[in-house]
């Protein structure tokens, strides 16, 4: 007598279960690109934080939120300009993101204190610069998922949360995870 068991296979005609709808792929696809474009500027914000000359660190970390802005309306086929980016970050430094650019604009001054200052300045630019850019990037990059664009932005519904304890640990886990 054998110790095998024989078992009918099943008919290769059953249909699996079909994946996620268009819309959700698509929506996830627009999700991780956009989170690559967050994560990307702030890493070259933080970057521009780093650089030792005052203003030109400044310029850098302007630079950086200008083309994120740009890049994120890109991901979610919003109508971007120039004039239009320059508006929404002057809007959102004015109302809500005061704290958001205070930051890099101290570490810059800093700087211009010779040995020490520039020491000092070199440590914390870089670290105020990616987390206001990530953070500014993850508040825009959600509120286009959600179908807005940089009319419809509030910068006052967001002002808690540039600031947020929340926010420094996302920054801090994703620096964690891009190395």
């Known amino acids: 007598m054998s ?22 792929r698509a929506k996830v696809k627009k999700n ?17 934080g780093a650089l030792p000359v005052p203003g030109l660190d400044l310029l850098g970390f302007m630079i950086a939120h200008l083309n994120m802005v740009r890049d ?27 704290t958001m650019w205070l930051r890099p604009t101290l570490a810059s001054a800093v700087k211009a204190i010779p040995g020490v200052g520039t020491a000092i300045g070199s440590a914390v630019g870089p670290v105020t610069s990616g987390l206001s850019t990530f953070v500014l990037g993850n508040l825009l990059h959600a509120h286009l998922l959600g179908g807005g664009d940089l009319h ?22 994703a620096v964690e995870q891009d190395h």
Request: aromatic share 6%.
């Open 3 to 24: 110790d095998t068991i024989e078992v009918e296979a099943e008919p290769a005609t059953q249909k699996k279960a079909s994946g996620p709808s268009p819309a959700t």
């Open 152 to 173: 419809s932005f509030n910068a006052e519904d967001y002002a808690d949360q540039v600031n947020s304890p929340a926010a420094r640990k996302a920054y801090a886990e």
């Open 72 to 98: 994120l309306c890109g991901v979610h086929n919003v109508a971007y300009d120039r004039q239009r980016g320059r508006a929404f970050l002057t809007t959102l430094a004015t109302r809500a993101g005061v």
């Open 32 to 48: 991780k690109a956009g989170q690559q474009v967050v994560m990307n500027h702030a890493l070259l914000a933080t970057a521009a």
